[in-house]
């Protein structure tokens, strides 16, 4: 592990003005990393507390290190164990939550951690570096299971030519490496595609989020982390690409809703009430300057609610 991980937070000061820090609060961030957002939250209170969860153990303890001045408890497990380890806490209500989804610039930047295509590096993806693996999934999956994994978590329309490529190639020896997959994508891709972009994306994308369980964790733990929320806590979510934003888009807008009885029933038996308000109306995105500096910071889209 580096002794100085590089990682800029996405969106950083329009996430810490959304989730209006009270200097008395209890705030957690669900995807503590580095700390960058941490930090930036920790350093705001006074008699609050600061709790993140991280399932990565390299991320926890360059977190300790930079959390050590300020008020805080760091929990080594998946951010669904949300309402487990709260209550474990004592803590029955937040002010704030931060989800900073996805894979990290350190675990992207690792080479050995087997998240990046650019670099080869064992098949792996494992953000809590035990468990599953991609070296499992790539070898051990059967054809419809990869095919699924492709098109629903990478939204890969060529995943029926990938999946044929990788059975293929697993036939004669085990895919081990980033690499040895890379090619395989590239082969059983068409020529324009190739030429257009690098075309592992997307299944790199399915492969790591079949590994770790992302899109699972993420709506059990957008359920409980916004039910522990106080009168007028925030919930904020930084997403990376349309799969998950879509889960977030979705859960916000049902937890916005209100009456749900047909328009013709002359008045409400649901008794449904909204339970949230959209502190934007749309999903916050990085400026020019941030996009300068941090190309990473292109696809994220930052969504806001507050509860009622």
Partial sequence: MCDKPVHIPVLLSETIEALNIKPCGIYVDCTTGFAGHSSEIAKRLTTG???????DPDAVKAAEEKLRDYPHTLINRRFSTFDESLDELSISEVDGVLMDLGVSSYQLDTAERGFSYHEDAPLDMRMS?????AYDVVNEYEKAQLEKILFEYGEEKFAHGIVSGILKAREQQPIKTTAELAEIIKRNVPLKV???KNPCKKTFQAIRIEVNGELDELRKGLSEAFERLKKGGRLAVITFHSIEDRIV???FRDY????TCPPDFPVCVCGKKP???LVFKKPVT??????EMNNRSRSAKLRVIEKL
Wanted: aromatic share 4%; hydrophobic share 25%; proline share 0%.
């Fill in 194 to 196: 190739r030429k257009e």
């Fill in 129 to 133: 570096k035990s468990g599953l693996s």
């Fill in 256 to 259: 916005c809703t209100g009456c």
């Fill in 275 to 277: 339970r949230g308000v």
């Fill in 49 to 55: 507390r600061l709790i993140g969860f991280d399932r």
């Fill in 286 to 291: 990085a400026g020019e300057k941030e996009l």
């Fill in 249 to 251: 888009k979705n859960a």
